[in-house]
């Protein structure tokens, strides 16, 4: 059985039909993924649910579809969806309005950081399905520019998230304001107990909860590995990886926003092309390098967790923990921005001497047994062995207990089998190498 793909149903079995089975066809979608074939059936016969799924399983499209499939496009305001950044509620209302084509209802954005009058405009005109950010959303909703009244559907993606502490006010003011009766849609790839908990608080109380990751809460397509390393050697130790391995397209992930720059700006000036990414750069900025890492046009991409979730882009083969997140469940979703619908990737974790506990919690959270990752010509100038703890059992785990070298992981992009793409998509090559040699001088651009 494929690990993301029913390759047993189609989604004409699931319910839909029509221009939007075409459309999703030429979309390449071939058989649904787990979670869309049991998700779709759900929502299509009205009832609340929670889903979780790993990362890059097709959840967009497990709440998406359906809705585009019953919402009255006569009917403004019937869908309303809410993610954590404004770029991942960009991508979503890309992927709806491909799906949803010329005929289907229409979809609109409503996101911080770009002028009201297009928002307006679009809503105004009939948008049928409006995907935004919570504090946008609310912002309009008091200028009484977007009505809830007509509320059928309210999606939380990424809930857990949207339940933490930082948005928990803004979704409870959203969602309680919603009066008429309607259906709730949560979805994420990491759904604790107590985020549970609270969802439920939200939600009817027939709530189906579907969970499709039976074993960890990563894809194995993704090959995992630390590198322990003392802070003092990190950037070396990084621009070591970027300029002795040939990664086409890495995502380098940092835990504070002056650790961005500072990384970037190293890279830059040892010759590595590097752009960055986080919540203090303009959203004029923050679109250009968006749509620069959409189009292939860059090749590392160093960034806070304003990237961690939700962002599907095409080509990302590596992801680099530069720093460990604080939260375990943030692992996840960083190392989720590569191996999306079926293909590989390679996700390394830098470790500091006292970090080993940390990286314990993230293995024991998803299920995984993390390996160190061998760099035999890298000089360390500063001690890190301490490394990872191991208890004596994970010791005499001689199966999984492998130590493989930087190139050797690196050569897992590479292969293609197309018996791992059940789903339609099969890439014709491994990502490409999109502008050719890694190393290369601002200067001569
Ligand atoms: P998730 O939200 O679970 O992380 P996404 O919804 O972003 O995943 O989907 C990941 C990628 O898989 C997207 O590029 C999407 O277009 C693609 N995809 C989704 N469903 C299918 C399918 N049934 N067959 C092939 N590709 C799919
Ligand atoms: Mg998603």
Request: glycine residues 8%; hydrophobic residues 35%.
């Amino acid at each position: 059985m494929s690990e993301i793909f029913d390759t047993e149903s189609t989604f004409a079995d699931l319910g839909l039909d029509g221009k939007l089975l075409a459309n999703i066809e030429s979309a390449g979608f071939k058989h649904p993924t787990h979670i869309q074939a049991q998700l779709i059936p759900v929502i299509l016969a009205g009832r609340d649910a929670l889903g979780q799924a790993k990362t890059g399983t097709g959840k967009t499209a497990a709440f998406g579809l359906p809705l585009i499939k019953m919402a009255d496009k006569a009917v403004p305001c019937q869908a309303l969806i809410l993610a954590p950044t404004r770029e991942l509620a960009t991508q979503i209302y890309r992927e709806l309005r491909e799906w949803s084509g010329k005929g289907g209802p229409r979809i609109a954005t409503v996101v911080g950081g770009e002028k009201y009058g297009k928002q307006i405009e679009a809503i105004e005109k009939g948008a049928t399905i409006i995907v935004g950010t919570p504090g946008r959303v609310m912002d309009l909703h008091q200028k009484r520019k977007l009505p809830f009244d007509n509320l059928r559907w309210a999606i939380l993606d990424e809930v857990d998230r949207m339940l933490d502490i930082g948005f928990r006010d803004d979704i409870r003011k959203i969602l309680s304001k919603i009066k008429c009766d309607h259906q709730t849609i949560f979805v994420s790839a990491t759904i604790s107990g107590e985020i549970e908990r609270l969802a439920r608080k939200f939600m009817k109380n027939d709530v189906e909860k579907i969970v499709t990751v039976a074993d960890a809460l990563t894809v194995s397509q993704v090959s995992q590995h630390y590198l322990p390393c003392h802070w003092k050697d990190k950037k070396r130790l990084l621009l070591h990886l970027l300029t002795h391995t040939e990664p086409a397209l890495t995502l380098v992930f940092c835990k504070m926003k002056s650790t961005v720059r500072d990384v970037t700006r190293y890279l830059n000036d040892h010759k590595v092309e590097a752009f960055e990414i986080h919540g203090d750069l303009n959203q004029g900025k923050r679109n250009r390098i968006m749509q620069r890492l959409r189009e292939g046009k860059l090749e590392v991409l160093v960034a806070s967790d304003l990237a961690a979730r939700g962002l599907d882009v095409e080509g990302i083969t590596h992801i680099i923990n530069f720093d460990l997140p604080e939260d375990p469940e943030i692992y996840v979703h960083r190392i989720g921005r590569t191996a999306r619908a079926g293909r590989s990737g390679v996700a390394w974790s830098f470790v500091e001497p006292d970090e080993g506990q940390r990286l314990t919690e993230i293995e024991k959270l998803a299920g995984v047994m993390i390996d160190q990752l061998e760099y035999p010509d890298f000089e360390p100038r500063y001690k890190s062995d301490k490394g990872k703890q191991r208890s004596a059992e994970e010791e005499s785990a001689p199966s999984k207990r492998f130590s493989q070298s930087v190139t050797a992981a690196a050569e897992d992009t590479k292969t293609i089998d197309p018996s791992l793409f059940p789903g339609g998509v099969v890439p014709k090559g491994p990502p490409p190498k999109t502008l050719g040699s890694r190393l290369r001088s601002r200067r001569g651009r």
